[in-house]
T-cell receptor, first 113, second 117 residues
């Protein structure tokens, strides 16, 4: 059974700091990995999707990397802003897994002024 | 608005009552998914449809849960005889999905928050 773990569970940083969120998964036979943002009481916003053949994806201040062999992904946020405060979730799709996402429990990020 | 929409956004019900949620996917998306999220946890997969066919159901989807997607457009999720343990956020997502496609990003709606008293 695929298990997805995110560390740390919560993180508080001052504005302007660069930060890294970690995601690890137990089954390396993934089709892709997706990072989401969730604001309190809201749905999920897709941030980045990395196909299994890719090593990283970038969007603005966000950069996500994928190392299938070690079962890890990182989400790098540059020059953090208070508006980045949210819960960040990673999720994987297993090869042959019917396209369903298996999520981690998330990292709750707070960027302080 | 061309995103995924869900109704209602909030539902409060008494234990034992039946509830039904609706999800309208992005219009050109042929795959539709339901997930459930409890407080402090990541979403958990419940079921998904390819067009009107329900292709997979999680063990979480007990006999009290039923999902439909008539005509391959909107979907409904019904919970019969609700229990307090059903209290959660129910999320719907949609994607394009064809054999051989590499791009299957899922887009989520705002969710329906269910509270069972």
């Amino acid at each position: 059974k695929q298990e997805v773990t995110q560390i740390p569970a919560a993180l508080s940083v001052p504005e302007g700091e660069n930060l890294v969120l970690n995601c690890s998964f137990t089954d390396s036979a993934i089709y892709n990995l997706q990072w989401f943002r969730q604001d309190p009481g809201k749905g999920l916003t897709s941030l980045l999707l990395i196909q299994s053949s890719q090593r990283e994806q970038t969007s603005g201040r966000l950069n996500a990397s994928l190392d299938k062999s070690s079962g890890r992904s990182t989400l790098y946020i540059a020059a953090s802003q208070p508006g980045d405060s949210a819960t960040y979730l990673c999720a994987v799709v297993l090869t042959g897994g019917g396209n369903k996402l298996t999520f981690g429990t998330g990292t709750q990020l707070k960027v302080e002024l | 608005d061309t995103g995924v929409s869900q109704n209602p956004r909030h539902k409060i019900t008494k234990r034992g009552q039946n509830v039904t949620f609706r999800c309208d996917p992005i219009s050109e998306h042929n795959r539709l998914y339901w997930y459930r999220q409890t407080l402090g946890q990541g979403p958990e997969f419940l079921t998904y449809f390819q067009n009107e066919a329900q292709l997979e159901k999680s063990r979480l989807l007990s006999d009290r849960f039923s999902a439909e997607r008539p005509k391959g457009s909107f979907s409904t999720l019904e919970i019969q005889r609700t229990e307090q343990g059903d209290s959660a956020m129910y999320l719907c997502a949609s994607s394009l999905g064809f054999l051989g496609t590499a791009y299957n990003e899922q887009f989520f709606g705002p969710g329906t928050r269910l509270t069972v008293l």
